[in-house]
């Protein structure tokens, strides 16, 4: 039971470099989200997706992109990583609206 | 729009003491609720929920009951142990008025139990 799955667990950029932060789920939920959680701020909505090839922007999409080719793939790509973003960054999955949903485990992005 | 509303804490009790955590709402439809658990180093994990007014939710010894009349969603539990120390996001959800996709989180309140 992998539920979702993201990787790399641990990342470290240079100021302007990109990177994919990448997102797998294996229960065949429609919906898809990246969440960032920095201190005193919770979680906020980066991007969603209500399924293949639709997503949508949330609280804070700047300097994000996201794309769903499958069910199953949501890729968070940073363009060019600012120090504002060094944050924990969480994908989540759920079967729809006022389920639960279901978290990766995070990644810990610093960006220097 | 909508809002959820927790104490930050930290929270610091002893093992065995009684726990509340408050957690009230502003919401403009008739939300679902949740509380949310994260354990050091992993993602969110959800705890318990409630879907209509008076329902309770309870999971691991812990409580939660939804009261429209107050707006409130408060987690307790009779007796913590250190294994229950964590950061608990009070959250609801609803797309009449909620986040982007229907659903809003409280700030976390991280709970601290001492042995």
């Known amino acids: 039971n992998a539920g979702v799955t993201q990787t790399p667990k641990f990342q470290v950029l240079k100021t302007g470099q990109s990177m994919t932060l990448q997102c797998a789920q294996d229960?065949?939920?429609?919906?898809m989200s990246w969440y960032r959680q920095d201190p005193g701020m919770g979680l906020r909505l980066i991007h969603y997706s209500v399924g293949a090839g639709i997503t949508d922007q949330g609280e804070v999409p700047n300097g994000y992109n996201v794309s769903r080719s499958t069910t199953e793939d949501f890729p968070l790509r940073l363009l060019s990583a600012a120090p504002s973003q060094t944050s924990v960054y969480f994908c989540?999955?759920?079967?729809?609206?006022?389920?639960?949903?279901?978290f990766g485990s995070g990644t810990q992005l610093s960006v220097l | 729009g909508n809002s959820v509303t927790q104490m930050e804490g930290p929270v610091t009790l002893s093992e065995e003491a009684f726990l509340t955590i408050n957690c009230t709402y502003t919401a403009t439809g008739y939300p679902s609720l949740f509380w949310y658990v994260q354990y050091p180093g992993e993602g969110l994990q959800l705890l318990l929920k409630a879907t209509k007014a008076d329902d309770k939710g309870s999971n691991k010894g812990f409580e939660a009951t939804y009261r429209k009349e107050t707006t409130s969603f408060h987690l307790e539990k009779g007796s913590v142990q250190v294994s229950d120390s964590a950061v608990y996001f009070c959250?609801?959800?609803?797309?009449?008025?909620?986040?982007?996709?229907?659903?809003?989180f409280g700030k976390g309140t991280h709970l601290i139990i001492q042995p």
């Open positions: 959250a609801l959800s609803d797309i009449a008025g909620g986040g982007a996709d229907g659903l809003t």
């Open positions: 229960m065949n939920h429609e919906y």
């Open positions: 989540a999955a759920r079967s729809g609206l006022g389920e639960k949903l279901f």
